[in-house]
T-cell receptor, first 113, second 112 residues
């Protein structure tokens, strides 16, 4: 069964450093998403991406965040200058068509020290 | 007003009983509704999705949607200890569906 994959599973970085989180969505899916979940809190929408551009973003997704689909398979989230409060699980998700169900990857745990 | 609201629980039911989980949402234009299960330290796993008013059944799970009342529910019949998890209600906001908002989740404990 096709699934969303994410790398790395755990990333430790120092405050102020740039990180890139990688995702490989399900191959025939067209819509891609990033979410974050701070420990003990709810899943928060960050951004949606379709047709090589951002469709919607939340207030959390400020100028330090960016997304890219550098090739036909990868979807990345870059955090330019990490802060302590960026420590969270980051989930990638994809869906085949708009409005339909999303499938989540296993997540990347980001720890900023 | 929170966009998607759930009772945080914990909800505790005995094995074999019916667990009833509820969710309300604020955006009347929302078209798509989802229930995910999340085990501690894991990613959300899709359980059910529903797009039309009424009931939708899949095995032991039934999702119910009432758009007039802005209410979605999930019933789990014959609850098993392995159903113990946090259940997340998710709603696609607006007609475009590009933004999905999650509730805070309801923790369910099924006692053997």
């Amino acid at each position: 069964e096709p699934e969303v994959t994410q790398t790395p599973s755990h990333q430790v970085t120092q405050m102020g450093q740039e990180v890139i989180l990688r995702c490989v969505p399900i191959s025939n899916h067209l819509y891609f998403y990033w979410y974050r979940q701070i420990l003990g809190q709810k899943v928060e929408f960050l951004v949606s991406f379709y047709n090589n551009e951002i469709s919607e973003k939340s207030e959390i997704f400020d100028d330090q965040f960016s997304v890219e689909r550098p090739d036909g398979s990868n979807f990345t989230l870059k955090i330019r200058s990490t802060k302590l409060e960026d420590s969270a699980m980051y989930f990638c998700a994809s869906r085949a068509s708009i409005g339909r169900e999303q499938y989540f990857g296993p997540g990347t745990r980001l720890t900023v020290t | 007003q929170k966009e998607v609201e759930q009772n945080s629980g914990p909800l505790s039911v005995p094995e074999g009983a019916i667990a009833s989980l509820n969710c309300t949402y604020s955006d009347r234009g929302s078209q798509s509704f989802f229930w995910y299960r999340q085990y501690s330290g894991k990613s959300p796993e899709l359980i059910m999705f529903i797009y039309s008013n009424g009931d939708k059944e899949d095995g032991r799970f039934t999702a119910q949607l009432n758009k007039a009342s802005q209410y979605v529910s999930l019933l789990i019949r014959d609850s098993q200890p392995s159903d113990s998890a946090t259940y997340l209600c998710a709603v696609n906001m607006g007609t475009g569906g590009f933004k999905t908002i999650f509730g805070a989740g309801t923790r369910l404990f099924v006692k053997a």
